[in-house]
């Protein structure tokens, strides 16, 4: 991956963000409801100012969260042309198992050596 659209980490992490806000808000109902079975008579805050407190909550984390994201990604694109980015091999290991995905360094041993001398601004021999 050289570079990541910016515009599908941001819809992405706004959808994720989300779905981590509402399964908030459904823990936070949950728990209003046990409290309020388990003591009946204890004054509280009321439910008004509790789901107002939780829509807020939900709001801040959802554009905290896609802020975040999208930041993430435009240090990844700033970052690859310099690294290569990060490579992806799909490679079966052996015929009991299925192919693995195996991670590999973007800047293999070969290629950094390769790459170097021209970065430095050096020049090699040709070889014969």
Request: charged share 15%; hydrophobic share 50%; aromatic share 6%.
């Amino acid at each position: 991956m050289a570079e990541i659209d910016l515009w599908s980490v941001a819809l992405t992490g706004a959808l994720v963000s989300f779905g981590v806000g509402v399964a908030l808000a459904v823990a936070a109902c949950l728990s209003w409801v046990v409290t309020d079975a388990v003591s009946p008579g204890q004054p509280g805050p009321s439910l008004m100012w509790g789901l107002t407190l939780l829509a807020v909550t939900v709001l801040v984390e959802t554009v905290l969260g896609t802020a975040v994201a999208t930041m993430i990604a435009c240090f990844y694109n700033l970052a690859a042309p310099h690294t290569g980015g990060v490579h992806f091999t799909l490679r079966r290991q052996d015929a009991r198992r299925p192919g693995l995905v195996r991670l590999r360094a973007a800047l293999e041993r070969d290629r950094w050596s390769s790459r170097l001398p021209v970065r430095l601004g050096v020049r090699r021999r040709p070889t014969t």
